[in-house]
């Protein structure tokens, strides 16, 4: 990886902070690997979320394990940030699901800083893209905006609770709030 791909994203953190993402860092895979798993994907396959082969960003659709798990292994670096949004009660599924959407959004922000000279990278969101009402996998449709979708950290395997349960970021929703992670993979 180029310095420049490194500096140009340290360059970014201070913008990817806001309010809704008060957690930014960017982290060297050598020192910190993710944990790439079959399990998680098999998790997936169980459907708790709803959306295993019924939404362009989740597996099957986004590819399959080996492959998933090539592309994010090629990357040497990671720039990983937190959205917290606060809920008015617990378990209130209107204002869960608007934060995902907000949460979305948050991750293009983000993507839309990326400056050109970090050359190739990957960009991971929390959750399948809930972009439309319903997704055109559904009914056999092409993605309607695949400059909108972004896959979810979980369709690549990437057991992200382990992680964060080992180098110590804050993860899981304290009462009253959600958090949300993306990611972007670099260099
Ligand atoms: S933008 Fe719409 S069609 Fe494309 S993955 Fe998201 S929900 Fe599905």
């Known amino acids: 990886m180029g310095r420049c791909a490194e500096m140009s994203m340290n360059d970014i953190l201070d913008k990817v902070l806001n309010d809704e993402t008060r957690f930014a860092e960017i982290l060297d895979l050598a020192k910190a690997p993710l944990a790439i798993e079959i399990s998680v994907i098999k998790y997936c ?14 597996p099957p659709a986004v590819g399959s394990f080996e492959e998933c798990k090539k ?3 090629k990357y040497s ?19 869960i699901e608007e934060t995902i959407r907000m949460h979305q959004a948050n991750v293009r922000r983000v993507r839309d800083l990326i400056p050109e000279d970090v050359g190739d990278h990957l960009v991971l969101s929390g959750g399948g893209c809930v972009y439309c009402k319903e997704c055109a996998y559904a009914t056999g449709e092409k993605c309607r905006h695949p400059d909108i979708a972004i896959p979810p950290i979980e369709a690549y395997g990437i057991d992200w609770f382990r992680f964060a349960k080992k180098h110590k970021i804050k993860y899981g929703s304290p009462e009253g709030e959600m958090y949300y992670f993306g990611m972007v993979l670099f260099g």
């Not at 396959?45 to 989740?58: D, L, M, Q, R």
């Not at 670096?77 to 204002?95: A, P, T, V």
Request: with cysteine; glycine share 2%.
């Open 45 to 58: 396959e169980n459907n708790a979320c709803g959306k295993y082969n019924k939404n362009w960003t989740c």
């Open 71 to 73: 592309k994010i292994e």
């Open 77 to 95: 670096k990671m720039l990983i940030f937190r959205s917290e949004y606060k809920l008015n009660e617990w378990y209130d599924i209107e204002r």
